[in-house]
């Protein structure tokens, strides 16, 4: 299985700060990447595919890129609204993996 | 507006079976292809199964190959996963997912989840 490691595990930042968040895969995955959004008590919603294709009605602070192994989530200019838990995901083939997750919180 | 609603989580004792159901809602339900992900309370989020657009196309994590089936029914918009021999392991929330628009099989992210409905297997 295709493993994906992610960092931080947790993220203090300010309101109007630009935060990152990296993904590692085990083994190359073209840019078969994606990343979620996911507030307590909710489903997950999906930001970024294509490792770094916006999905419609994410705004545009929410930007990803790279390929192979490295993949990086970056939101500029948090707004009291992207405090949440973040995922990575890999879709390169069936068996689907997950990072671990980057809880977002206000400093 | 897309619409998943699951159901159909209860408390189940260890070794027993559970149907859940995802019903499809606000899209043209047999365009997409499907899956279920499982997130215990206050942890990450683990695949489970996916199937195609027709049902020609399954897949399994290992954790559940042989003891889960996932069906769909495609005139009555609905998604399926047939849980036996459950353990303690697979306490979880379960969500259906819709693969994205730009998802072909097998390369499958998913662009609209159900809020979830909750399995607890315990004695």
């Known amino acids: 299985d295709i493993q994906m490691t992610q960092s931080p595990s947790t993220l203090s930042a300010s309101v109007g700060a630009r935060v990152t968040i990296t993904c590692r895969a085990n083994?190359?995955?073209?840019?078969?990447v994606a990343w979620y959004q996911q507030k307590p008590g909710k489903a997950p919603k999906l930001l970024i595919y294509?490792?770094?294709r916006l999905h419609s009605g994410v705004p545009s602070r929410f930007s990803g890129s790279g390929s192979g192994t490295e993949f990086t989530l970056t939101i500029n200019s948090l707004q009291p609204d992207d405090f949440a838990t973040y995922y990575c995901q890999q879709y390169n083939s069936y068996s689907y993996t997950f990072g671990q997750g980057t809880k977002l919180d206000i400093k | 507006e897309v619409q998943l609603v699951d159901s159909g989580g209860v408390v189940v004792r260890p070794g027993g079976s559970l149907r859940l159901s995802c019903a499809a809602s606000?899209?043209?339900?047999?365009?997409?292809?499907m899956a279920w992900v499982r997130q215990v309370p206050g942890k990450g989020l683990e695949w489970v199964s996916s199937i195609n657009w027709s049902g020609d196309n399954t897949d399994y994590a290992e954790s559940v190959k042989g003891r889960f089936t996932i069906s769909r029914d495609n005139a009555k918009n609905a998604l399926y996963l047939q849980m036996n021999s459950l353990r303690a392991e697979d306490t979880a929330l379960y969500h259906c997912a819709r693969a994205g628009d730009s998802s072909g099989y097998p390369n499958y992210y998913f662009d609209s989840w159900g809020q979830g409905t909750l399995v607890t297997v315990s004695s």
């Open positions: 294509r490792a770094s």
């Open positions: 083994q190359s995955i073209a840019g078969w």
């Open positions: 606000g899209f043209t339900f047999d365009d997409y292809g």
